[in-house]
């Protein structure tokens, strides 16, 4: 069993920047992905970004240039930093543990990108 749990998202202005962080209660090291998806009211969970457990990543088309994927191991932690934040990026955010055999789900943190 994993848990994930997310902290770091809040009310930002459009332009500005937050970092969420993902800590998990076991060892990330060996599993096969680590990602950050979101849900806007009315809309599909989608997901925006992902890093392998070799360090490959995948990132969203709306969210590449903008948005940083990263993991410390040593704190079985995953980052999402989200510079130039715009309205459209409000959401849920959710951190994913691909286990190949099953995926596991944060509670969510909300992100509002309002003026």
């Known amino acids: 069993q994993v848990q994930l749990v997310e902290s770091g998202g809040g009310l930002v202005q459009p332009g500005g920047s937050l970092r969420l962080s993902c800590a998990a209660s076991?060892?990330?090291?060996?599993?096969?992905?680590m990602g950050w998806y979101r849900q806007a009211p009315g809309k599909q969970r989608e997901l925006v970004a992902q890093?392998?457990?070799?360090?490959?990543?995948n990132y969203a088309d709306s969210v590449k240039g903008r948005f940083t994927i990263s993991r410390d191991n040593a704190k079985n932690t995953v980052y999402l930093q989200m510079n130039s934040l715009k309205p459209e990026d409000t959401a849920v955010y959710y951190c994913n543990a691909d286990a190949v055999s099953r995926n596991y789900w944060g509670q969510g943190t909300q992100v509002t990108v309002s003026s």
């Open positions: 076991v060892s990330i090291f060996s599993i096969y992905a």
């Open positions: 890093i392998f457990s070799g360090g490959i990543t």
